[in-house]
């Protein structure tokens, strides 16, 4: 425990806490399954308190490491305010981690305490005890398991941790959709910082209610939407996984939603998504993905609302977002968030494009164990480098171009391939596009490009390619167009290049 003098406890959890409301039986988190369970703030308190007594009575290390392998539950979420509440450090991973997976996160967080799903329970504690670990517990959603079993022979008082603002929180694992994933860590002091800027940006007022749908085993469920909602002492509706038709039914009771492109695609196949169907909604925010402009316009006339875009990272929580009051452009993830820094670095003289490169309280204090390649990502006057490739607009509007591993260098000119996925994405019966690079004899990398026919719609590769070179320069022209039902895609929908790379990579031999 840090000895801080008279400072204020900078627990994360403290802060959460302290904006619960005066009347503490007011519900946090009210479950939509067919017999829903009703979580008062009270509850969210004693609840988290019984848990942080458990981890206490282990006895374990300062800065032990907790591990959720875990389905998506209330109690999960529990779990994750009771080890910030005990001061400990917690490690969330995809439930769908197999043991190859699970291994390297377990050998290399070293996690005093796993806790996993029943059903998971033989291989993982194999796993989990041939790597050190201690401690393995069981949770499932339906309430069930002996981490709570445990928890419930512990008292419902317990004064939190004390800790400072650059003090460990979460250590969290970068989506790995290149090479190994790294451990980003991030601090109460990052995490507050972040949460109480989008509470103002993003305008959250009494009476607001939250549809909960995302996972919690990454940024964008746990952090953004979970800490805003509590942070404003909201009530959550809370969705174990996402059902469009049951997601849309609750936009009557609520006033915002946070969803991934893909989640949003989906609500609009749903004949019941009107602008009735979402009067009482406030705010629709869009992130973790890009979202195509398509998709923008057709919420805009469907509903009535504009979806606001932002942007951010595992290892800076947000960094960006389109206005509230104003306008949201498509295309586009809008201006920095107040007390965030965001530069292009060597802006390209045609486009503009170049590294964005960030400062700011929210940004992290560096990957797990690894030093050198913290420093690497890190520029000599103090600016995390995203790997991301974007320019601003003339109002200070920020576009992303793609990720700067995803750069296709042909014949040594610069392809950026958002620009050529814009392109293709326009033409008619195509619904989506991913453009990668892949080794050619004389060209080093040739463009090509992967597209999803929109339903119904036969496309024809030449006459695509043919309509391209009407649009762009002759080196940006995808020389291959393939085209698949669906593009391979990571938990949190983001399309995943280096499987699309791997699987091409022989097509000019």
């Not at 694992?173 to 972040?194: D, I, P, V």
Request: aromatic fraction near 8%; charged fraction near 20%.
């Amino acid at each position: 425990m840090h000895n801080v003098g008279m400072s204020p406890n900078a627990n994360l959890f403290v802060a959460l806490r302290d904006a619960f409301p005066a009347d503490r039986s007011a519900v946090a988190i009210e479950t939509t399954d067919d017999a829903p369970l009703h979580y008062r703030f009270d509850d969210l308190d004693r609840a988290t308190a019984r848990l942080a007594n458990l981890l206490d009575s282990l006895d374990l290390p300062p800065g032990s490491r907790v591990a959720a392998h875990v389905d998506k539950s209330v109690e999960a979420l529990l779990l994750y305010l009771a080890v910030l509440r005990a001061g400990f450090v917690y490690l969330p991973l995809n439930p769908a981690y197999q043991t190859a997976e699970l291994a390297h996160f377990l050998q290399d967080a070293e996690p005093a305490v796993v806790v996993c799903g029943a059903r998971n329970f033989g291989w993982v504690s194999k796993l989990a005890f041939t790597s050190g670990v201690g401690h393995v517990f069981t949770l499932d959603p339906d309430r069930t398991g002996t981490l709570l079993d445990r928890a419930a022979h512990h008292g419902d008082d317990h004064a939190p941790a004390v800790r400072a603002a650059d003090d460990l929180a979460v250590i969290l694992y970068t989506s790995g959709t290149t090479g190994r994933s790294k451990g980003a860590m991030l601090t109460h002091g990052n995490m507050l910082a972040n949460a109480r800027t989008l509470k103002d940006v993003w305008q959250w007022r009494p009476g607001d209610v939250l549809v909960h749908a995302l996972p919690i085993f990454h940024i964008h469920g746990l952090f953004v939407a979970c800490h805003g909602a509590l942070l404003n002492g909201s009530r959550m509706l809370w969705f174990d996984r996402f059902e469009p038709g049951r997601v849309l039914a609750r936009f009557a009771d609520a006033t915002v939603f946070m969803g991934v492109p893909t989640l949003y695609v989906r609500l609009l196949a749903e004949p019941g998504l009107t602008a009735d169907a979402c009067r009482s909604m406030r705010l629709f925010i869009s992130g973790s993905a890009p979202l195509l402009p398509d998709t923008f316009r057709e919420w805009q006339r469907r509903t009535g609302h504009t979806l606001l875009e932002r942007y951010g990272m595992s290892e800076t929580v947000m960094l960006t977002s389109n206005p509230v009051d104003g306008e949201r452009r498509p295309g586009t993830v809008g201006r920095p968030l107040p007390g965030v820094d965001v530069r292009i670095a060597a802006p390209d003289a045609d486009s503009g494009n170049g590294g964005i490169e960030v400062r700011g309280p929210n940004v992290f204090a560096g990957y797990w164990r690894l030093p050198e390649k913290t420093r690497e990502e890190f520029t000599a006057d103090g600016w995390f480098k995203t790997g991301d490739v974007g320019r601003f607009d003339a109002d200070g509007y920020l576009q992303i171009v793609g990720r700067a591993k995803d750069l296709v260098i042909s014949g040594g000119f610069n392809v950026y391939p958002a620009e050529v996925e814009a392109t293709m994405d326009d033409l008619p019966g195509v619904a989506e596009t991913a453009v990668i690079g892949v080794p050619h004899p004389d060209f080093g990398e040739a463009v090509v490009a992967v597209v999803v026919p929109r339903p119904g719609a036969s496309l024809d590769p030449a006459a695509l390619v043919g309509a391209v070179k009407a649009r762009l320069a002759n080196f940006k022209v995808p020389k291959q167009v393939i085209v698949v039902d669906d593009l391979p895609r990571n938990a949190m929908g983001k399309v995943q290049k280096k499987v699309l790379r791997d699987r091409h990579a022989g097509l000019f031999g």
